[in-house]
């Protein structure tokens, strides 16, 4: 192992794993600093045991969330040229750190008329790829090392905690819940996968739509979202979700990004309707993105949102059709997405895409 890779190593490790946190009688927290290190690090080091990224090759992906950073931060300790695609709805901030870690990053100004910005972005990283000779892609959707890097908090939650009942988290990839579950049910088949997701998202059967809770959610299908892992699906307003990320912050001290926000309202929920199961919830990124919007006050009243009393639980739902205006959930009962009533129908297989994390 060259000096490169050794000091790769030994900075993301540190930082990768989650810390395990008591959040109710029955629940725990898998805390992430930037859950993203994990996937970003496990698919660079393959890359490199395959000869897929040699000095001279440029990792390029599309991203407008914390992905980005993964791969930005890795690339710099790679010292690897890192060419990103995104989106306006990038934040300044993340930004401005990508630039600071070397990244170049190209911005999509237009949406695509079908997928929007997700699959004007995949296509400008197809036109990247083919104006460069050596290239390598990390496919975050597609890149089965995604969901296979998770394996390691699969193994720390059994050893930390021993049999786990329940895992809660939220979905856009499918990298996360579907690795970490997958894991687990090596040796607990019974446990159960709760994906939380918000409205107007395709990835359960919604109609695509405008989505203002980022971090979740997507308008293309993933290839790694297995839809048969999951027991129950919940999707849930940007309004609910910023809500419960002050409750987090406020009960807890964890100063998490809405993602986790949304995660956590479902979790504590579901934990207390389920005494007798120990559940975890998964909840990826630190809070810091979000100062001037779920964590300041003057934004969230100047967007119509209310901190107000949390919801007394979710409206259950026998299809994904219609979207409501509420926090809703559908008992998906492991099965594939064909086979779920008044899902909106795919017009093909699922399509690689970022979102937006």
């Given at each position: ?194 994906g939380v997701d918000t409205h107007h998202s395709v ?155």
């Amino acid at each position: 192992m060259n000096a490169t890779t050794a000091l790769f190593d030994e900075i993301t490790e540190a930082q990768m794993m989650p810390r395990l946190v008591r959040l109710g009688p029955n629940l725990y927290g898998a805390v992430f600093t930037l859950m993203k290190l994990l996937p970003a690090r496990y698919i660079l080091r393959r890359a490199i045991e395959r000869g897929e990224l040699e000095p001279d090759t440029a990792v390029v992906e599309t991203t407008s969330g914390t992905f980005g950073l993964a791969l930005a931060m890795q690339s710099a300790l790679l010292e690897r040229e890192l060419i990103l695609v995104s989106d306006p709805a990038i934040d300044v901030h993340l930004h401005r750190r990508l630039n600071d870690l070397g990244a170049q990053v190209e911005i999509c100004r237009d949406p695509a008329p079908v997928g929007g910005y997700q699959r004007s972005r995949l296509d400008r990283l197809a036109e990247v790829r083919a104006e460069r000779e050596r290239t390598f892609c990390p496919e975050q959707y597609t890149n089965p090392d995604n969901p296979r890097s998770y394996g390691v908090v699969a193994d720390q939650l059994a050893r930390t905690l021993g049999q786990v009942d329940a895992v809660i988290g939220p979905v856009g990839s499918g990298g996360s819940m579907c690795g970490t579950v997958r894991g687990l049910r090596a040796t607990t088949p019974h446990t159960r996968a709760i994906g939380v997701d918000t409205h107007h998202s395709v990835l359960f059967g919604q109609p695509d739509g405008h989505r203002s809770l980022r971090g979740l959610g997507n308008s293309l299908w993933p290839e790694n979202l297995d839809h048969s892992v999951f027991d129950d699906v919940h999707w849930c307003t940007a309004g609910e979700a910023y809500a419960a990320t002050r409750r987090l912050h406020g009960r807890h001290a964890l100063y998490q990004g809405p993602t986790s926000g949304a995660a956590y309202l479902v979790a504590d929920w579901y934990a207390r309707r389920n005494p007798g199961e120990l559940c975890v919830v998964m909840l990826p990124d630190e809070g810091y993105r979000y100062q001037a919007t779920a964590y300041d006050d003057g934004w969230l009243a100047a967007n119509g949102y209310s901190l107000g009393d949390a919801p007394a639980g979710p409206v259950e739902t026998a299809t994904p059709e219609r979207p409501a205006d509420a926090w809703s959930w559908l008992r998906w009962n492991r099965r594939s997405y064909d086979d779920i009533p008044g899902a909106v129908a795919r017009t093909a297989g699922p399509v690689p895409a970022e979102a937006a994390r």
